[in-house]
């Protein structure tokens, strides 16, 4: 799904130079999977400190290079909260923090303990690792708890998240208990970030036929179908929202011509993904169905982040809501 790789300041420090650069030029982001940690918070100004320290601080073509690439390596980068201060030394405190709270591997300049999941950039080059290889999406049980699972590297690293389910139904069971366990894994984020912001959305199309739409529509049973929605939000949901989450619902509709809300995903600051049938478990316990959780390319998740998060938006607006979580489960 997504992968994060904790990145030597000292190696980045080198990327100036275009030849060291290139390797890693389409090496990160949400088309290979690979995500670069920015650990601890002063990543960013350790890469800076070491370039100015080195023989080419006096270079100002270089100093340009290396910040336009800091740039926008940080805009992308997932922001990971500082530990172990008291080791002064990157690498050493990177696999500190590697020891409660695993990268996929740590890129760097060398390897002195022979860490096996330190990946040694020279020798990346010559002979791989197996670390770097990123796994083909996944075919996931559509249980609750599998679907989540299978989404969990996501939720617990992003700041912000939307999920989309059109038909989305919060009285019955299989929507509830899937929208509970990804629940459960946002409010288990472990990125540091003090207000991680999540929302569903959700629509009413599907309570109408399809030639009744725009001006076909009364709009008095319009705001019937809205109320009920979000009235059956606030009867079933707060128990499942974890204790002081907050999740927000949104109810669109079509605009003439316009998008139809269709497809499930969960979009996310940092990359998103579809469902190929949708968030709801199968119904059964003893089910043997599954599904295709699929990364979105960068033109799809660009595309899908605006329709739903930028403004204007691709639907009209009918209805939202917050709501407070009364559940007192225990985040993992």
């Given at each position: 799904?997504?992968?994060?790789?904790?990145?030597?300041?000292?190696?980045?420090?080198?990327?100036?130079?275009?030849?060291?650069?290139?390797?890693?030029?389409?090496?990160?982001?949400?088309?290979?999977?690979?995500?670069?940690?920015?650990?601890?918070?002063?990543?960013?100004?350790?890469?800076?400190?070491?370039?100015?320290?080195?023989?080419?601080?006096?270079?100002?073509?270089?100093?340009?290079?290396?910040?336009?690439?800091?740039?926008?390596?940080?805009?992308?980068?997932?922001?990971?909260?500082?530990?172990?201060?008291?080791?002064?030394?990157?690498?050493?405190?990177?696999?500190?923090?590697?020891?409660?709270?695993?990268?996929?591997?740590?890129?760097?300049?060398?390897?002195?303990?022979?860490?096996?999941?330190?990946?040694?950039?020279?020798?990346?080059?010559?002979?791989?690792?197996?670390?770097?290889?990123?796994?083909?999406?996944?075919?996931?049980?559509?249980?609750?708890?599998?679907?989540?699972?299978?989404?969990?590297?996501?939720?617990?690293?992003?700041?912000?998240?939307?999920?989309?389910?059109?038909?989305?139904?919060?009285?019955?069971?299989?929507?509830?208990?899937?929208?509970?366990?990804?629940?459960?894994?946002?409010?288990?984020?472990?990125?540091?970030?003090?207000?991680?912001?999540?929302?569903?959305?959700?629509?009413?199309?599907?309570?109408?036929?399809?030639?009744?739409?725009?001006?076909?529509?009364?709009?008095?049973?319009?705001?019937?179908?809205?109320?009920?929605?979000t009235n059956n939000c606030r009867k079933y949901l707060p128990p499942?929202?974890?204790?002081?989450?907050?999740?927000?619902?949104?109810?669109?509709?079509?605009?003439?011509?316009?998008?139809?809300?269709?497809?499930?995903?969960?979009?996310?600051?940092?990359?998103?993904?579809?469902?190929?049938?949708?968030?709801?478990?199968?119904?059964?316990?003893?089910?043997?169905?599954?599904?295709?959780?699929?990364?979105?390319?960068?033109?799809?998740?660009?595309?899908?982040?605006?329709?739903?998060?930028?403004?204007?938006?691709?639907?009209?607006?009918?209805?939202?809501?917050?709501?407070?979580?009364?559940?007192?489960?225990?985040?993992?």
């Amino acid at each position: 799904m997504i992968y994060e790789f904790a990145l030597d300041p000292e190696l980045v420090a080198r990327w100036h130079d275009r030849k060291e650069y290139f390797p890693f030029k389409e090496a990160f982001g949400i088309k290979t999977g690979r995500f670069i940690a920015a650990y601890p918070k002063k990543w960013k100004k350790m890469a800076y400190e070491t370039f100015m320290n080195g023989p080419d601080a006096q270079n100002q073509n270089a100093l340009m290079r290396l910040s336009a690439m800091l740039d926008d390596l940080w805009e992308k980068a997932i922001k990971r909260k500082s530990s172990f201060p008291e080791i002064i030394n990157w690498l050493e405190r990177t696999e500190a923090e590697h020891a409660i709270r695993p990268f996929r591997g740590v890129l760097a300049a060398g390897n002195p303990r022979s860490r096996d999941y330190v990946i040694h950039a020279e020798d990346l080059m010559e002979n791989g690792h197996p670390l770097w290889d990123i796994p083909d999406d996944p075919v996931v049980p559509r249980k609750a708890e599998d679907l989540a699972e299978a989404v969990s590297p996501l939720l617990k690293k992003c700041r912000w998240a939307v999920i989309v389910d059109p038909n989305f139904d919060p009285g019955k069971s299989r929507f509830q208990d899937t929208l509970k366990c990804f629940l459960i894994e946002f409010a288990g984020n472990d990125q540091g970030c003090e207000t991680p912001h999540i929302e569903l959305h959700t629509g009413i199309d599907r309570f109408f036929k399809n030639h009744e739409i725009g001006e076909n529509r009364n709009p008095d049973d319009e705001q019937t179908e809205v109320q009920k929605l979000t009235n059956n939000c606030r009867k079933y949901l707060p128990p499942l929202i974890p204790k002081s989450m907050t999740l927000k619902i949104k109810i669109w509709k079509r605009k003439p011509d316009g998008q139809r809300l269709h497809n499930r995903y969960i979009l996310t600051d940092l990359a998103g993904i579809s469902f190929g049938t949708g968030i709801d478990h199968s119904g059964s316990s003893n089910s043997e169905e599954t599904d295709d959780i699929t990364r979105l390319s960068e033109k799809q998740y660009d595309q899908r982040r605006r329709e739903y998060r930028d403004s204007p938006q691709a639907f009209d607006l009918v209805g939202e809501a917050d709501f407070i979580g009364k559940s007192t489960v225990k985040t993992r």
